[in-house]
């Protein structure tokens, strides 16, 4: 079983920080893509940022320049570290990864995390 599980959530002011981090655990055999997302109430799911597993990144342009992800391959681990925080960044932060599981017969897949949610408020 792979699981994915987000941390890091919390209530900040606005121009505050925040590392959300997600660790994928379970029978792994490799991590490609890891990416983050957000759902805000009443609004549908988006793309915040992703980073493949040579490591490149793509931002949504909103976030560009205030938010940073990375990974630890060897920690099967991604984090996403938000400054300068606005209101309109809350949400609940998904953690999303494409796992080949062992047996590697059983193909890639897309794990979600449950989520953690960023409140941005004074």
């Known amino acids: 079983q792979v699981q994915l599980v987000e941390s890091g959530g919390g209530l900040v002011q606005p121009g505050g920080s925040l590392r959300l981090s997600c660790a994928a655990s379970?029978?792994?055999?490799?991590?490609?893509?890891m990416t983050w997302y957000r759902q805000a109430p009443g609004k549908q799911r988006e793309l915040v940022a992703s980073?493949?597993?040579?490591?490149?990144?793509n931002y949504r342009d909103s976030v560009k320049g205030r938010f940073t992800i990375s990974r630890d391959n060897a920690k099967n681990m991604a984090y996403l570290q938000m400054n300068s925080l606005r209101p309109e960044n809350t949400a609940v932060y998904y953690c999303?990864?494409?796992?080949?599981?062992?047996?590697?017969?059983?193909?890639?897949?897309?794990?979600w995390g449950q989520g953690t949610q960023v409140t941005v408020s004074s």
């Open positions: 379970g029978n792994i055999f490799l991590i490609s893509t």
């Open positions: 980073i493949t597993g040579i490591s490149t990144t």
């Open positions: 999303n990864a494409r796992i080949r599981p062992i047996p590697i017969t059983l193909g890639d897949h897309d794990y």
